[in-house]
């Protein structure tokens, strides 16, 4: 018992590190500031394509529908631009870097730096495709270059943070100098040098590989990565394993946020500019999919648990947690369950708390992929309700809401037996006690 427990309290001590690493938790840091973008870019394109074309029609529709566009090209199409100095800002923070704002404009900087320097922009009048130079494109700034930006976010601060450290390079005014001047003054060589050495490697690059780093990095590494963690069973893999970290007391953001949540965003991201196009979206496993099919009323898809306990459970203690926990459960909130039950470190709960998300996200795979349910083309918050949020994310299809209401069926018998086991093992424990 006692190599159990030390195995269990490793494992455990693993996981915390695991979540408290700085270029994680700066992940996570980051991406928690710009998700109220994208849920903005969501109702945009919910408005232009579903709302809007109910009261309008023609030229008043076109007009209409700009706000829609301009909202898009601030928020998706700008995606890699807005984390890059997010997650240098959340670094240099987390690593008590004292300009921090210093690095987050080296991020800016760099990212561009790093981008072509001719690009394919269509003409307006007859459509074709032509070469040009000194533009930017939305397609390097949006989502198809936000794996990039969140690695030259990651290097170039680490970079520019080890450079500044250097006391030779430090100009220092003295005291009678502004704070703000002073620290300007401070980073300026560290600047120069970093800026210049991302300018070298940009030129290498173009001049002599004929290629970009933004180009790079998506080939070679974001796609791979893609295919590999947003399929079918790398989802599974990674969501169960995230789902068992929070039975033993861990945030499943620990795994989400830093290996899951940027490669699932950015295909939710995609699927929201195609749908805004009136193009076929072409993905099915975004972070919508997931908190809609696989995190039902919170992590664990514990709606279904509150409404078992209140149908088949016995214990008062149970149902008295599962009173409290209603409220913010619809909303999936669904802490106060967790460690109120508790699910946490409670073994008869951990297999069901693991298996039904699995077992929604590949029922709502396949009817999506059956055509049965449309995809997810809306990116809705988190904090929506069930069933509102199936209907929300796959732009108005009430068969989504369907397969939802299916899987929490499914769950509530799922959870029961579960249940039962679990409300034995209280009932004996408290014999035990009272002995």
Excluded: C
């Amino acid at each position: 018992m006692k190599e159990n427990n030390s195995f269990v309290d490793r494992f455990t001590m693993f996981a915390v590190k695991l979540g408290n690493q700085v270029h994680l938790r700066s992940l996570r840091d980051a991406f928690a500031v710009i998700i109220p973008f994208f849920i903005l870019a969501g109702l945009a394109v919910l408005m232009n394509n579903v709302v809007f074309p109910w009261f309008f029609t023609g030229e008043s529709l076109d007009s209409i529908k700009v706000w829609g566009t301009v909202i898009t090209n601030g928020t998706l199409n700008l995606a890699s631009l807005l984390i890059a100095p997010m997650i240098a800002y959340s670094l240099s923070k987390n690593k008590g870097f004292q300009n921090p704002l210093a690095s987050a404009a080296i991020a800016i900087g760099t990212l561009i730096i790093m981008m072509p320097t001719t690009v394919s922009m269509n003409v307006v009048e007859t459509g074709e495709a032509a070469l040009v130079s000194g533009g930017l494109t939305f397609n390097n700034l949006g989502t198809t270059g936000m794996f990039s930006g969140i690695i030259v976010g990651l290097l170039a601060t680490e970079i520019f943070m080890k450079i500044s450290s250097l006391k030779k390079l430090q100009i220092n005014l003295g005291d009678g100098v502004p704070p703000a001047v002073s620290r300007s003054f401070t980073v300026m060589l560290p600047t120069l040098i970093t800026l210049s050495f991302f300018g070298i490697v940009s030129a290498l690059l173009i001049s002599v590989f004929d290629t970009n780093l933004i180009e790079l990095i998506t080939n070679v590494i974001q796609e791979p990565l893609r295919k590999i963690n947003t399929s079918l069973i790398g989802t599974v893999i990674i969501y169960s394993f995230s789902n068992f970290l929070f039975t033993i007391g861990i945030h499943a953001t620990v795994v989400n946020g830093a290996i899951l949540d940027p490669l699932t965003l950015q295909n939710m991201n995609e699927n929201m500019l195609a749908f805004g196009a009136g193009e076929e979206a072409p993905n099915i496993i975004t972070n919508s999919f997931l908190s809609t099919f696989g995190m039902i009323g919170g992590t664990g898809s514990t709606v279904a648990l509150m409404i078992s306990i209140l149908i088949f459970g016995k214990l008062k203690s149970s149902r008295e947690v599962t009173s409290i926990s209603l409220a913010p459960g619809i909303f999936n909130i669904n802490e106060p369950m967790i460690f109120g039950f508790p699910i946490v470190f409670n073994l008869p709960m951990m297999i069901p708390f693991v298996l039904l998300p699995a077992i929604g996200i590949i029922v709502a795979y396949f009817a999506t992929a059956l055509g049965f349910i449309g995809k997810s083309v809306i990116m809705v918050p988190w904090t929506t309700p069930p069933l509102m949020n199936a209907y929300l994310t796959t732009a108005g299809d009430w068969k989504a809401v369907l397969v939802q209401l299916a899987i929490i069926v499914f769950g509530i018998f799922l959870y029961m037996p579960f249940i039962k086991i679990s409300e034995r093992v209280t009932r004996a424990q408290a014999e035990m006690s009272n002995d």
